[in-house]
Each structure stands twice: as structure tokens, then as C-alpha cells.
């Protein structure tokens, strides 16, 4: 892929395209893929249909550079989400950048409708952690717990000012990658936690009324963009975002 700003250069591997600006520092990323008419899902209600090679490598690069991989329960249900996986060379990359284990899954739900005999739990290498709510079925906490690992933060619905914190503070997880969907971006921005927006926009209209990256804010919010690849005719952004509106 071609890197076109901050400044040019003809070929970039995806891995370098994602580096943080502080590969140290805690970040929270946000990643999507849009059609250039806004729909983040195909016509069957799904995003593969949107994905090419080149969002692909931008996908598992991003993953590659994440401690921890925050997943509404919506999207990991649509989309049938399984353990994380690296191939061995971004592994290789990954650890000689310090973080020897790979990423952690996060699942947030408020229901706990979640199948914890899924290889998603039984089958990963880092344990999965469910973030949920006080509110959430009892039956459904002690299932988790004895699945993976349970973080309940806030009462009625997830507070996730409050789960980022206990990811970095109880687990290490420092730099998080909420891979969405909508409802889930929704409220990380609502709560001011979002540091940067990574969008690959698709080149192709739908034009069938799918869902936005995000429906209802409370208020707007302001992006800059840093970064801009392109592969073809699809394009990469990466956004720093506003805490502000
Ligand atoms: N194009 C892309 O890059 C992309 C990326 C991701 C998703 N998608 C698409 O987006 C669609 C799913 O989006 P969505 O907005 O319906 O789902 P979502 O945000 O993935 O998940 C919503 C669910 O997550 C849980 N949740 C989210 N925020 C919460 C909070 N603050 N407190 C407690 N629980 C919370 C709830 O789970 P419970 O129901 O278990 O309580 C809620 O029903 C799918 O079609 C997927 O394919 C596209």
C-alpha cells in the first residue's frame, strides 16, 4: 500500500502503517470499514462483504499492535467472532515490539448471551475477558467467570471509563483495539474514551440503507486526520479524534 500524508512514500507495509505514535502509551482505537455511502454492513447484515485483502492487512495489523480486542456482543454474535489468531510473521513483529503473549479478547454485554463453550473461550491462548454490568444475570457472571475472566463495570449498562481502566490497571491492557460494532463505538465515544478512528473506506455505493459507524451522539464529534494510505481504489484513514464538540 501507498502512504499519501504525512507525506509520501510508494510502499508501506500495513504493520508500519498502523504504528502508534507512542507504542508504549495507552491508546484506545477505534476500526471500521464504510462504503464511500456509509454503510458499514454488506446487504446481508455482515461486513465481509465490504472487506478487501488490503483492509484485510490493516484489520490484523491493527490487532497485531493491540494488547486487548474490545468486541460488542452484537458484532461477535453477527459475525461468529473465534480466538485471535496472528500469522507468524507479525507475531515475530509483534514480539520483537514487546508484547510476547497475543491480544486479549473483550466481549461487552449487558444480556451475557454468549455461548461460553465457543472456541472464543475455550480455545484461547490469552484468556477472554467479558465485560458486562452489575445489572447482568447472576447464572450468567459465574458462567463467565469460570469461561474466561469477568470485569462488571457500571450498574445498568457498561461503564467504559470505567472497564478501560480495569483493563489497563487489573490486566495491563493498555492499548485497545474496540473493533465496534455501532453500539458499542456509540458509547466509547460517549464516554470520551476514543484516541483514534482508523477507517478504511470501501470504493462502492450500497445504496441499501445499512448502519452507520455510529447512529446517535449526544454531540458531535471532531476527527483530524493523520494519516491517509491508499491500495487501489480503497483508502485507509487514520483520524486522530476531538474530546470535544
Ligand atoms: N464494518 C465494520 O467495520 C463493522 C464493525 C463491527 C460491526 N459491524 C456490523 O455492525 C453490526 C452490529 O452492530 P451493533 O451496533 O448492533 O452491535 P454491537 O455494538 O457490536 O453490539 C451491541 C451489543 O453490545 C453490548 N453493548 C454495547 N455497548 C454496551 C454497553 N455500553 N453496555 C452494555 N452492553 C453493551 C450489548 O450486548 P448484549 O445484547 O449481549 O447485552 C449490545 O446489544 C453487525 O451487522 C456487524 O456486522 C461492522
Redesign the pocket.
Known amino acids: 500500500m501507498r502512504q499519501l500524508l504525512p507525506e509520501p512514500l510508494d510502499e508501506v507495509h500495513p504493520y508500519d502503517a498502523c504504528r502508534p505514535d507512542d507504542p508504549r502509551g495507552s491508546l484506545v482505537r477505534v476500526?471500521?470499514?464504510?462504503s464511500v455511502d456509509g454503510s458499514?454492513?454488506d446487504r446481508q447484515?455482515?461486513?465481509g462483504g465490504?472487506a478487501s485483502a488490503g483492509d484485510q492487512a490493516m484489520f490484523v495489523a491493527l490487532r497485531a499492535w493491540s494488547d486487548a480486542i474490545l468486541?460488542?456482543?452484537?458484532?461477535?454474535r453477527?459475525?461468529g467472532y473465534g480466538p485471535h489468531r496472528l500469522r507468524p510473521s507479525l507475531a515475530q513483529r509483534r514480539r520483537a515490539d514487546g508484547r510476547p503473549n497475543p491480544a486479549a479478547m473483550v466481549l461487552?454485554?449487558?444480556?451475557?448471551?454468549?455461548d461460553f463453550g465457543a472456541r472464543i473461550f475455550t480455545a484461547a491462548v490469552t484468556p477472554t475477558i467479558v465485560l458486562?454490568?452489575a445489572s447482568a444475570p447472576p447464572e450468567g457472571q459465574q458462567a463467565a467467570r469460570r469461561a474466561g475472566r469477568l470485569i462488571v463495570a457500571?450498574d445498568k449498562?457498561?461503564d467504559?471509563a470505567e472497564g478501560l481502566r480495569r483493563l489497563r490497571e487489573d490486566y495491563g491492557l493498555s492499548h485497545v483495539l474496540c473493533?465496534?460494532?455501532?453500539?458499542?463505538?456509540e458509547?466509547t465515544l460517549e464516554a470520551r474514551q476514543v484516541d483514534e478512528l482508523c477507517l478504511t473506506l470501501a470504493p462502492a455505493l450500497l445504496g441499501h440503507g445499512g448502519?452507520r459507524l455510529v447512529e446517535h451522539l449526544g454531540q458531535s464529534v471532531p476527527l483530524r486526520l493523520q494519516h491517509l494510505f491508499d491500495e487501489g481504489s480503497e483508502l485507509y484513514l487514520r483520524y486522530r479524534v476531538g474530546r470535544s464538540g
Open positions: 476500526n471500521f470499514i464504510a458499514v454492513t447484515g455482515r461486513s465490504l468486541v460488542g456482543a452484537g458484532t461477535a453477527t459475525e461487552v454485554t449487558r444480556s451475557l448471551k454468549l458486562t454490568c457500571g449498562d457498561v467504559l473493533e465496534g460494532g455501532p453500539r458499542l463505538t458509547a448502519p
